[in-house]
């Protein structure tokens, strides 16, 4: 193995996962740090290796202690450098966990200078005198504003960074990427013993800068980040071969993303759905049982979702606090997912990445195969060992049909 990725949640895992297969290195993704059995044979097998953690919303310690651990288990792997992969919309609050955790990582890794780049720009997230624009619009005016966990109010990311670390943080401008690897190399020379926010408003403005990367023993960035990065290894691209599943099928959607709510809407207008309220889930008023029985019985893929609009999710977590709502909903698609692999389902489509964190935990799996693009930052992904295959959305991926594409390509025969 010479590549190593912590990402701070599921959905982020498998978007640079895909992203490292696409540029030609074989790729394994683990659910948590892998115990050596789980691992037998995966560790020395693949070039890269993707850690998934459910760490982005995590008190700080823990989300510390957890991805320590996961770099700690890389480097034994023979890892030479670890990403820390974090969302491209720089998910986070003002005590962490971005700072903190990228903080630890460089102190254990003895890196002096630490790369920071979320930026994205094939799903629209550009980074551009250290402010984080997500299209044309910037951060906190892009809807993540109204986040109901990691509400991003304030885009400059320097500033954002600034409060989450005793590290200095420090800036390299677009001027200077522009001009390529070698610029990039000495501005971050000129940047020793802080984290640098990198500007990209280019795929190659990222391959820059994952050249300028080389030899780095840490890189902190959203996805974006590994286009350039396997070439530093001697990788070059090509196709991994991918087979399908055409058994029974469900999409759970707990995103309450403006995109994904969009995606819900289209869906529901082609497809059976239900609706998950969360007074109803604290209530005991949703049974699982009943939930199966009926996904079962739908001659086509149903929708089961928790998606609402940000007045009434405020309106919930008002009412219930926000840790309890979050908690009532992850714990029902946690038992959800079990219970429908149980029933037999074999193709499950996921919106929200602690949606996606609560369903790869209810299945129980350890790791996945990395299969082909979906939409740009999600794979299809496979269970090694099982006949089921997967795809983790993060909230705001994707176009209006992705819920039907997705299914598509988790088909036999796709």
Known sequence: MKLGVIADDFTGASDIALMLSEAGMQTAQFVGVPSSTEASGSGTNCDAGVISLKSRTEPAVDA????LAASDWLLSQGCEQIVFKVCSTFDSTDEGNIG???QALAERLGEQTVLVCPAFPENGRTVYQGHLFVGETLLNESGMQNHPLTPMRDPDIRRVLSRQTTWPVSHIAHRTVRQGAESIGDAINAKTGSMAILDAITDEDLIAIGKAAAGRRLVTGGSGIAIGLPA?????????????????????????????????????????????????????????????????????????????????VSQVQQRFGRDKSASAIENLFYDLAAALVGAGVERIVVAGGETSGAVVSGIKASTFEIGPRIAPGVPALSVAGQPLALALKSGNFGGPNFFEDALHVLRAGS
């Not at 510390?64 to 991805?67: D, G, H, K, L």
């Not at 995103?255 to 998950?276: D, F, L, M, N, W």
């Open 64 to 67: 510390i202690r957890q991805s």
């Open 100 to 102: 903190p955790v990228t």
């Open 232 to 312: 530093n290894f001697g990788i070059t691209p090509h196709q991994h071969s991918w087979t399908g599943i055409g058994g029974k099928a469900v999409v759970l959607s707990g995103s309450c993303s403006t995109a994904t709510r969009g995606q819900v809407s289209h869906y529901r207008q082609k497809a059976p759905s239900r609706e998950i309220m969360v007074e109803d889930v604290i209530g005991g008023w949703v049974s699982i049982d009943e939930l199966v029985e009926w996904t079962i019985s739908q001659d086509e893929p149903p929708l089961l979702f928790s998606s609402a609009d940000p007045e009434t």
